[in-house]
């Protein structure tokens, strides 16, 4: 079974700090529970010490370990003892919405007793209809009508009484009942919900029913806009049925509607249009989708849809057609009055035509831009492009030809990255890492850092760790030297490269300066996650030593004796907190702990009930 981790919860408890109490479960309870792997039995006991210690908290530290608690008992699918947790909480919205989270999942489990019980402790009434909602679909679902119109009168709530409508139309959808789902439909007040059942109920006709009855439910939605787009999805869906005449049909009754609201001057029109122009693509009916992407009224997105249909065409065999296209674009594009704009849809031509096999009118399209930002925009989805193709040689050549350097260099380590492992070019992220190091050394580069930065992510990759120690001295700013030393330190330790990541611990533990921010402890923390796991605890206490005073040292053990305790190495937690010899430290873990042995024993004890 796959090692489960609870980090988030293990450090919420572990750094509020323990309650200083004595540990009288320890003495109370048979040491088993306390020794690895923990017995099933122990899950009981476990959580209510666990409760008692968080409970002798001070009142501003319980709530956050507690639903840090709540929330990995529900991630975990342990939803009763997420339950136990979270009912005696004080009442708070944020309760609310996790008791919410658990009777919505035990409606899922149809577990009913559960999911009312939880429904009788929600305040809030906007979780309450949601969560009434859940149970009423849960029902329907599982055709157990009776007691789902039961909790719908019971309630007297319309909003409740039409999702339980839509839930029965669903279901009749499913059990091919037509003519039910349609008088059902009728019942639905929300002219919303009611047009979005129509269009369901309309699928599931277009399969099995009389094409008469298809047509009758999409004149009932009363929204014009909506009823075009259902037309058209339904066309596609009859065209992949190889419904030809359907497909016809409807997709002219989608122009029609489209027609109408253009002659009503309709406020999506434009919307309208651009979601029909794919789904008429989809069905390769280019000609119809290429008429109603000329009617878009803002000249960019007219011109992308126009760009696309281009594409398609080139792909099917119409290469004039696509030429022709892609010119009155171009052409067009002077339309375009926002600038921006207009230099982004050069880009996104260039862009399709490359897409379409033209790479050299593309790429002339793109050296006419004359500014050069947007210019190197263009370039790299061209070679980008290029390398979705494997056509490698020609991504470098375009990306060379990127004029400034800094974003000719980050170009090319962004092909080294996504080249890494490719077969049959095992040595050229290699060699494109190596000639931007080169030309790092040999010139200053304006925008240095954000190429420094990605040479780093490279050589990571490459697993080329010895180098990354050396450009890491390239950064003047010890902010970014910590940065890149906190990737350094979690990619070695990640593979068991226990050298160097020692001493890039050690290297980031020194540039921690005095002093007592909530940054600095942050830093700390994260320093503290990337310990390599299998180091000696011993040589963990010492390296704590490198901080200059006993409260971070405190922190930095303390995490990482939660990081070994969180994948299931508590012994080795027990150990290093031993080692520290820092009763504080002790106190602090307490809680931690106990969140481990808990989250063991009630693995164990899920383990031993599947087995039955």
């Known amino acids: 079974m796959q090692a489960k981790t609870y980090g988030a919860l293990l450090i919420a408890l572990g750094l509020i700090g323990g309650s200083g109490a004595t540990p009288s479960f320890a003495q109370a309870q048979a040491e088993a529970c306390y ?7 122990c899950a009981e006991p476990l959580m209510q010490e666990l409760l008692g210690r968080i409970d002798s908290l001070q009142d501003d530290d319980k709530e956050e370990p507690k639903y840090a608690l709540v929330d990995k008992l529900i991630q975990h699918g342990y939803l009763d003892s997420a339950f136990k947790v979270a009912r005696p909480m004080e009442e708070s919205r944020l309760k609310s919405t996790k008791l919410l989270i658990l009777g919505t999942l035990y409606a899922d489990q149809r577990n009913y007793a559960k999911a009312y019980e939880a429904l009788d402790l929600l305040s809030d009434p906007e979780h309450k209809r949601t969560l009434q909602t859940s149970i009423v679909r ?30 029965l139309v669903h279901r009749f959808v499913l059990e091919k009942r037509f003519e039910l789902a349609w008088q059902n439909v009728q ?31 999409v004149a009932a939605i009363d929204d014009p806009a909506l009823q075009a787009q259902v037309y058209a999805q339904l066309g596609i869906l009859a065209h992949n049925l190889e419904k030809t005449q359907e497909a016809d049909s409807l997709f002219s009754k989608a122009l029609e ?17 651009r979601t029909i122009v794919p789904m008429l693509q989809g069905s390769d009916r280019l000609d119809p989708a290429q008429r109603v992407a000329a009617g878009i009224d803002k000249p960019y997105d007219r011109l992308i849809n126009l760009a696309q249909i281009a594409a398609q065409r080139a792909r099917q065999g119409e290469p004039q057609k696509a030429k022709d296209l892609f010119t009155r674009n171009l052409a067009e ?21 490359m897409e379409s096999g033209f790479t050299d009118e593309a790429l002339k399209v793109v050296a006419q831009i004359a500014d050069p930002i947007n210019k190197h925009n263009a370039q790299e989805r061209l070679a980008r492009i290029a390398l979705s193709r494997k056509d490698y040689g020609l991504a470098e050549e375009i990306l060379n030809g990127i004029e400034l350097e800094s974003r000719r260099l980050v170009g090319l380590l962004t092909m080294a990255a996504v080249t890494i492992g490719v077969k049959g070019q095992e040595d050229l992220p290699y060699r494109l890492a190596d000639a931007t ?9 304006e925008g240095s850092g954000e190429v420094l930065n990605y040479l780093i992510e490279v050589r990571l990759g490459l697993k080329q760790f010895e180098q990354v120690q050396s450009l890491i001295n390239w950064y003047e700013d010890p902010e970014d030297r910590f940065r890149a030393l906190s990737k350094l330190g979690f990619a070695t330790a990640e593979a068991g490269e226990n050298g160097i990541a020692v001493e890039t611990l050690e290297r980031q533990l020194d540039l921690l300066v005095p002093g007592e921010t909530e940054w600095d402890l942050t830093r700390i923390a994260r320093t503290a996650q990337t310990v390599p796991l299998n180091l000696e605890p011993a040589d963990t206490v010492a390296l704590s030593r490198r901080l ?14 939660i990081t070994l305790a969180e994948r299931e190495r508590l012994e080795e937690a027990r150990t290093l907190v031993r080692l520290a010899e820092d009763p504080l430290l002790g106190k602090d873990f307490e809680l931690a702990e106990l969140g481990a042995l808990l989250f063991q024993s009630l693995d164990a004890k899920s383990r031993d009930s599947q087995a039955d």
Request: glycine share 4%; aromatic share 4%.
């Open 437 to 445: 190091q080169s030309a790092l050394e040999m010139d200053e580069l």
């Open 333 to 353: 594009i002077s339309q375009i009055s926002d600038p921006h704009l207009r230099v982004e849809s050069v880009g996104w031509q260039a862009q399709a035509m």
């Open 138 to 167: 849960a029902f329907v679902s599982d055709g157990e009508v009776e007691p789902a119109l039961l909790l719908v009168k019971e309630v007297g709530d319309e909003t409740l009484s039409d999702s339980f409508q839509a839930s």
């Open 187 to 217: 019942e639905i007040n929300r002219p919303s919900l009611r047009n979005g059942t129509l269009a369901e109920l309309a699928f599931g006709q277009l399969r099995e029913r009389p094409f008469s009855e298809v047509l009758r439910t």
């Open 35 to 41: 020794v690895t792997p923990v017995p099933a039995e």
């Open 548 to 561: 200059d005073d006993p409260k971070k040292q405190r922190l930095f053990l303390n995490v990482v004796a």
């Open 257 to 273: 509607t489209v027609s109408r609201l253009e002659d009503a001057a309709h406020e999506n029109t434009d919307h309208v249009r």
